[in-house]
């Protein structure tokens, strides 16, 4: 009976070897494939982990970043990267604004651009930068298990981008002055008499309405965006650009609505505000926007680096900095993220990689809609 017993673990064990030994040539020649079938489209795919960090302390070991994440958490982002890789320096410069992107982008078509090694995509000219991105292979890498990034953050076009954000919108309100009962539930409802006539606020960059055009799988799509915002400009809303201050000024009680905000924004007012009146609704089809797009650009100085502290970013540890310090804007593909909660069970408009180039012109199609209307409120 022993001697049977001991026959029986001996194959156990021979199994179990050999079953780990096919999972690891598996393993092997996956890495083989992806980095042949990658080489062979143009980009670059490192099969090594070691090697990458390897060549990030060649490069230098300094990594500057252009980043439009909120710049409180830059001490926070830059702190915990270094905490995993003490012998890389990273340094995240903010940018913010229409103007500053269109600046930097005319500097990077010129060549000028020498002293970042991440940047941001701005969403208005998303397909432009894309001739200057490094080309790792970002998704492969991300597929094979050599970067901790989940796959679903990066552009599976270009393979070269990976958003590390998501922007959902919401509609706010002044709950003295508009009950919860009477808040729209549907996007229609915002057509209804009772806001018409300077009842409700609508931002005049329509960000929100280029996801309402992504949509037409859920009875939207671009011809029901323009209806819709035709719709809109009828009901004579106030014209504002802005949401920190639009909310500002719906706390202090000149305004009861807003048709749509982004959720990040009205929840850090709440929790900010001492005397809050401001709540939120989720009116679905939920609107959500891929956002905070960065790539390694092709003149870094440290390439490697960069690509380090990009994946540092889409990490859940870099995640979770973003919810907690921006906040509540991680990435909806982060599992685990409050927009990946939020969301769950809900039917979402999401602009994603497949139509997040074509923004800037549903964003014009919006504007002209609304009637070229100007900014009503400082």
Known sequence: MKRKACCALVLLVWLAFEFAVARVYAASAGLTTAKKQSEAAGFIFEDNRAEIIAKAKQQGGKIRVLSSLDPGLFPHMTASFKKKYPFLDATMVEITGVDANERFLLELKAGVVKDFDVVQLSPERYPEYLPYAKRFDILAMAEQGVLGIEPKMVDPKNRTVVSLATVLFVAAY???????????????????????????????????YSTFAACPDQGMGVEWMVNYAQKIRAQQPVWVRGYSRTLTSMNAGEYALHSGVYYHTVVRLMQKTPQ????????????????EAEMVLNSSRNPHGGLLFLEHQASAEGQKVIDEREPLKASLHSPGSVAAKQLKGKKVCLNSYDTLQQSSGWEKMAIEAFGFPGAELK
């Open 276 to 291: 809050n009146n401001l709540e939120l609704k989720f009116i679905e089809p939920v609107p959500a926007t891929l956002f």
């Open 174 to 208: 002044n709950k003295n002055l508009l009950p919860a009962d009477k808040v729209p539930t549907t996007w229609d409802g915002l057509l209804r008499p009772e806001f018409k006539g300077r009842k409700m606020m609508v931002d005049i960059r329509p960000i929100m």
